[in-house]
């Protein structure tokens, strides 16, 4: 019995959805390392085609040639940010004392102000902060600590493993590099290949589209904060640049969520010029980002930001912490596969 218009969009609704979340959950980390080296070999073929046309060296070669090239200038933006980053994080560390006791002072102060405040019997609130923080520390001693020392085994396994799978996609990019152009061929005469190439043309142009412009964007905001706390003087300019840089990137938060209760804290401490810059860093975060994104990403995308909120709380239900990612994924990918078949 043929179905209605709406029962069969409902049924491709669900079995996309379904599809979807087997993918990501099951197929995809098997393809990760491949997806990742087909991206490098897309972003080195112009460079490595160009090679042999015009001094005819063999694909592989060039391949080999531009692996190692694009892993030199990682290596040197990398181990130059990383540098800055290490002595900010370092510089952090060793005054941890200072905002430690920075800190103690303040929560005696707030204690004081509230004993004074609602009535209570002097020392009430400190004896209440103080058994509190014996609570927490005895939490973090038998619950966190033991835990952190299997997470250190399992991170030097993890190293091990990483070190394997680049491997794997640095000799991937180069055979792919090398065939790129027989797989193509042999893509384009499978049968399959109009319908399947029309959905993955459409979410390559999404995908790309989205990332090109968060990437854009978020360093963009992360030099801007950078640039303001440098003014300000903070020996982690960086540090804090990076930080709100990848916070902007998330959708609702954005980088209000560091910047805002900073620019307060500084009022209430009565450092006017410094509320006013931070602000202001803020103001023009916002400014950058109400501006750029639209001309960056036009209608590409169509997903508003609560419905991005929205993908990122199920897919960390489903997926765990990369659900942050896989979340927006998902529901560009359905999106895109529903609003395809409906063109037809």
Same mark, same amino acid.
């Given at each position: 019995?043929?179905?209605? @218009?709406?029962? $069969?969009?409902?049924?491709?609704?669900?079995?996309?959805?379904?599809?979807?979340?087997?993918?990501?959950?099951?197929?995809? %980390?098997?393809?990760?390392? &491949?997806?990742?080296?087909?991206?490098?070999?897309?972003?080195? $073929?112009?460079?490595?085609?160009?090679?042999?046309?015009?001094?005819?060296?063999?694909?592989?070669?060039?391949?080999?040639?531009?692996?190692?090239?694009?892993?030199?200038?990682?290596? !040197?933006?990398?181990?130059?940010?990383? $540098?800055?980053?290490?002595?900010q994080?370092?510089?952090?560390?060793?005054?941890?004392?200072?905002?430690?006791?920075y &800190?103690?002072?303040?929560?005696?102060?707030?204690c004081?102000?509230?004993?004074?405040?609602?009535?209570?019997?002097?020392?009430?609130?400190?004896?209440?902060?103080?058994? +509190?923080?014996?609570?927490?520390?005895?939490?973090?001693?038998?619950?966190?600590?033991p835990?952190?020392?299997?997470?250190?085994?399992?991170?030097?396994? *993890?190293?091990?493993? &990483?070190?394997?799978?680049?491997? #794997?996609? =640095?000799?991937?990019?180069?055979?792919?590099?090398?065939?790129m152009?027989?797989? @193509?061929?042999?893509?384009?005469?499978?049968?399959?290949?109009?319908?399947?190439?029309?959905?993955?043309?459409?979410?390559?142009?999404?995908?790309?589209?989205?990332?090109?412009?968060?990437?854009?964007?978020?360093?963009?905001?992360?030099?801007?904060?950078? !640039?303001?706390?440098?003014?300000? @003087?903070? %020996?982690?300019?960086?540090?804090?640049?990076? /930080?709100?840089?990848?916070?902007? +990137?998330? %959708?609702?938060? *954005?980088?209000? =969520?560091?910047?805002?209760?900073?620019?307060?804290?500084?009022?209430?401490?009565?450092?006017?010029?410094?509320?006013?810059? #931070?602000?202001?860093?803020?103001?023009?975060?916002?400014?950058? $980002?109400?501006?750029?994104?639209?001309?960056?990403?036009?209608?590409?995308?169509? !997903?508003?930001?609560?419905?991005?909120?929205? /993908?990122?709380?199920? +897919?960390?239900?489903?997926? *765990?912490?990369?659900?942050?990612?896989?979340g927006?994924?998902?529901?560009?990918?359905?999106?895109?596969?529903?609003?395809?078949?409906?063109?037809?």
């Amino acid at each position: 019995m043929k179905l209605s @218009k709406n029962k $069969r969009k409902l049924l491709l609704t669900f079995g996309t959805i379904i599809a979807v979340y087997v993918g990501l959950k099951y197929l995809l %980390p098997l393809f990760v390392p &491949f997806l990742f080296a087909y991206f490098i070999a897309w972003l080195l $073929r112009p460079v490595v085609g160009f090679l042999h046309r015009k001094l005819k060296i063999p694909l592989v070669v060039g391949g080999g040639f531009g692996v190692l090239l694009l892993l030199l200038v990682i290596s !040197v933006i990398l181990c130059y940010l990383g $540098r800055i980053l290490f002595n900010q994080v370092l510089l952090f560390l060793r005054n941890i004392p200072i905002y430690q006791q920075y &800190f103690t002072q303040q929560v005696e102060i707030f204690c004081v102000t509230g004993d004074k405040l609602f009535g209570f019997k002097d020392g009430s609130l400190k004896l209440v902060v103080n058994d +509190g923080m014996e609570t927490l520390i005895k939490y973090v001693q038998v619950n966190i600590l033991p835990k952190m020392t299997i997470q250190t085994i399992r991170i030097a396994i *993890g190293l091990a493993e &990483f070190l394997a799978i680049f491997l #794997i996609i =640095l000799v991937a990019t180069i055979l792919i590099i090398k065939d790129m152009e027989e797989y @193509k061929a042999g893509l384009r005469k499978s049968e399959f290949y109009p319908a399947v190439h029309k959905i993955t043309q459409k979410l390559s142009d999404t995908g790309i589209a989205y990332m090109k412009t968060q990437i854009i964007l978020m360093s963009i905001i992360a030099g801007i904060n950078a !640039v303001g706390f440098f003014i300000l @003087k903070n %020996p982690y300019a960086l540090l804090i640049g990076i /930080a709100v840089g990848i916070f902007d +990137g998330f %959708p609702v938060l *954005g980088s209000g =969520l560091i910047l805002i209760p900073w620019s307060i804290v500084m009022l209430i401490q009565k450092k006017f010029i410094d509320a006013a810059v #931070i602000m202001s860093i803020f103001l023009l975060c916002q400014i950058v $980002r109400e501006i750029l994104e639209p001309k960056l990403l036009g209608d590409k995308i169509g !997903v508003k930001p609560i419905y991005s909120m929205i /993908a990122m709380y199920v +897919g960390v239900q489903l997926f *765990g912490v990369i659900g942050f990612f896989l979340g927006p994924l998902s529901l560009v990918i359905i999106k895109t596969v529903i609003a395809t078949y409906a063109e037809e």
